[in-house]
C-alpha cells in the first residue's frame, strides 16, 4: 500500500526560485492538507482541500499556492521562495467520517 | 477558534517506567476526535491513539492509553512499561466531528519524550 507519497523528498532552493511539491493518496480520500513543521511550532496548517476542484486556506497560507485538479493529487507551489520557507512539509489526507489523518513521509525545503 | 496545548516542551522517562503527557484544547464544539501521533527521528506521522468525544471510555492501545476529561479539555496520554522505541515526538491533535462542513485538523506544538537506559 502506497498510501500518501510525497515528492521530492528533499530540496534546496535559492531565494527566488520557484517549485512545486506533489502529494499522491490512492485511498479515495475526499479531505487533503499540507502542513508545515518546524521547531518549537508543530504542524502548522498551510492550506486544504475538501474535495476535487476546491481548496481553502489554513493558517499560514502567504506565500503558497495550491491545486487539486484530480482527487488523488493535491499540490503546493512556492512562486518565489524566501528564507523564512524553510521547513519540512508534510501532505496529509483523511476521509469525512473516519476521523484519523493519514501522513506522507515528509519533504525537507531548504531556501538558501 | 479551537486550540492545542501541549505545556511540556520536553520528558524523559526511565525505561520501564511510566510516563504522561499533557494536552489541553479549547473547543465550543461537543462533537469532536481527539489524537495523539508519535514522530519518531525518522520523520514518519504515526498514529499511537484515537479518541471519540462522544465516548465515555477512555481508549487504550497496548502501553499507551489516555485520560480523557471532557469537562476539563483535557487530554493526556499515559505510556506504560515505556521502551527505548518510544522515544519520539508526540503531537495531541483535535478535529470536530460531524458529517458536513470542513474538517482542519489542529495540532499542539508537542512533547519531545526522551527514554533513559
Known amino acids: 500500500n502506497a498510501g500518501v507519497t510525497q515528492t521530492p523528498k528533499f530540496r534546496v532552493l535559492k531565494t527566488g526560485q520557484s517549485m512545486t511539491l506533489l502529494c499522491a493518496q490512492d485511498m479515495n480520500h475526499e479531505y487533503m492538507y499540507w502542513y508545515r513543521q518546524d521547531p518549537g511550532m508543530g504542524l502548522r496548517l498551510i492550506h486544504y482541500?475538501?474535495?476535487?476542484?476546491?481548496?481553502a486556506k489554513g493558517e499560514v497560507p502567504d506565500g503558497y499556492n495550491v491545486s487539486r485538479l484530480k482527487k488523488q493529487n493535491f499540490l503546493l507551489g512556492l512562486e518565489s521562495a524566501a528564507p523564512s520557507q524553510t521547513s519540512v512539509y508534510f501532505c496529509?489526507?483523511?476521509?469525512?467520517?473516519?476521523?484519523?489523518?493519514?501522513f506522507g513521509e515528509g519533504s525537507r525545503l531548504t531556501v538558501l | 477558534a479551537q486550540t492545542v496545548t501541549q505545556s511540556q516542551p520536553e520528558m524523559s522517562v526511565q525505561e520501564a517506567e511510566t510516563v504522561t503527557l499533557s494536552c489541553t484544547y479549547d473547543t465550543s464544539e461537543s462533537d469532536y476526535y481527539l489524537f495523539w501521533y508519535k514522530q519518531p527521528p525518522s520523520r514518519q506521522m504515526i498514529l499511537v491513539i484515537r479518541q471519540e468525544a462522544y465516548k465515555q471510555q477512555n481508549a487504550t492501545e497496548n502501553r499507551f492509553s489516555v485520560n480523557f476529561q471532557k469537562a476539563a479539555k483535557s487530554f493526556s496520554l499515559k505510556i506504560s512499561d515505556s521502551q527505548l522505541g518510544d522515544a519520539a515526538m508526540y503531537f495531541c491533535a483535535y478535529r470536530r466531528g460531524g458529517t458536513s462542513g470542513t474538517y482542519k485538523y489542529i495540532f499542539g506544538t508537542g512533547t519531545r519524550l526522551k527514554v533513559l537506559a
Open positions: 482541500s475538501v474535495g476535487e476542484g476546491t481548496t
Open positions: 496529509a489526507s483523511s476521509y469525512v467520517v473516519a476521523g484519523e489523518l493519514f
